[in-house]
């Protein structure tokens, strides 16, 4: 039977998956930097899509309180 370093073996673990999390965190751009490097075209056609998405939510959400129920008695 082998036998494992446990100790051992969950440090370097935690290394490595540490280090991959810190890279991670350290080497992908925000969403504003993300879009700060679109070029202008590119950020007009996200701004278009943004205020599409805006107006189906608000459409959506009136669609959605048009379709609640009444509790009035009639």
Partial sequence: MVKIAWGRWAFWSSIIVGSGYGL??????SDEELYN?????????????RKQRLQLEKQGDLEKANALPTNKIV
């Fill in 24 to 29: 991670m965190v350290g080497l992908t751009p």
């Fill in 37 to 49: 490097k679109l070029s202008p075209d590119l950020q007009r056609r996200v701004d278009q899509q």
